[in-house]
C-alpha cells in the first residue's frame, strides 16, 4: 500500500547507504512533509463506488495533497542526491494510485489486493522423468510485477491424485494493472503493450491502463496497435530531460485534476459494470464481440 513510505524507510534504516550527513538531514525533512501527505489522504474519504455530488471536489483535494508533496520532493537537491535508481521519486506517484482507489475498493471488499502486486502471468509443467511426474506436482507459475493492482488473492493446493504430496500456490488476479510512469517512451510503451497483451491471454476481463506524468512520443506514434486500454498524461505535456526542469525558464505543468477524475471514473465504471461477454451473452444480442 505505502510504497513511497516503504521505500523510504528503506532509505532510513539502511546500513551502508544514506549514512552520510546530506543523506540524513534530506531523509528527515522528506519524512516531515511525507508524514503530513499520508495523513491528509488517509483522513480523507472518497470517491466510493457510488457516485456522490462531492467527488470531483474530494479528487481535487487529492490532487492538490499530491502536487504539493511532489513538487517538495522533485527540488533539484533531492533529485540529485537520490536518483531515478532509488525509486524514491517513481513510488510517490504508486502510492498516490493507492490514496485515490482506497475507498472504492473498500465498497466491494477489505479484503481486495489493492498496491504493488506480482500477478499471475502463467503456469506451466516442467518433469525430469515420468516417474517424477506422477508422484510430484511440478506447477511452476509465472509472475509478473505491476506497480499497482487491484484484484484477489486466490490461495489454492495441487496434489496428485494417488499422492499425499501437495504444493500451494498464491495467486494474484488483476481485475486492473496500472503502470506508473515517470515519463512515458516509445520503448516503455511497447513494453506496456506487450505486458497488457500477455496479462489478458489469461485474464481477458482485467484493465490495462499507463499512467505517466510527461509524454515521450512523436506523432509518428500509432496509438491504435498499442494493446493497452488507455493512457493517461497527467500533466499534459512533453518530456523534457530533468536537468533542464531546474531552470529558472523552465515552465511545469501542475498535475491536471481533469485527467484524474477520468482515470478514477474509467476505472470505476469498470468496476462497478457487467463483464459478462461469454458467447450466449452475444448471442442473445446478435453480435458477440
Known sequence: MFVHGDNLKQKETHRSKYCDKESRLFLKEIRKHYNIWQKANMDLIGPKATPSDADNSVLARRVALFSGYKDFIDQQKYAEKFDARSNLHSTVLEEFMFYLFKDLVRDFSRSVLIGKAKTFKDIFFSYRNFSEMVTIPSAQLETKDHDFVIGINIETQMQVLGSENRVDYL???????????TYLDKTMLEGSSTAAEQLK????????IVVAEWLKLTEQINLKKFKVDQIYVL????????????LPDYEKNPIFSDVVCHLFNFVR??????WDTGVQYGLDRGFLI
Open 171 to 181: 495467486l494474484q488476479i488483476p481485475a486492473v494493472a496500472i503502470e506508473c510512469k
Open 201 to 208: 491471454f489469461r485474464n481477458p476481463n482485467a484493465l490495462y
Open 235 to 246: 500533466r499534459k505535456q512533453k518530456n523534457t530531460d530533468r536537468e533542464f526542469r531546474f
Open 269 to 274: 465504471d469498470y468496476l462497478t459494470s457487467d
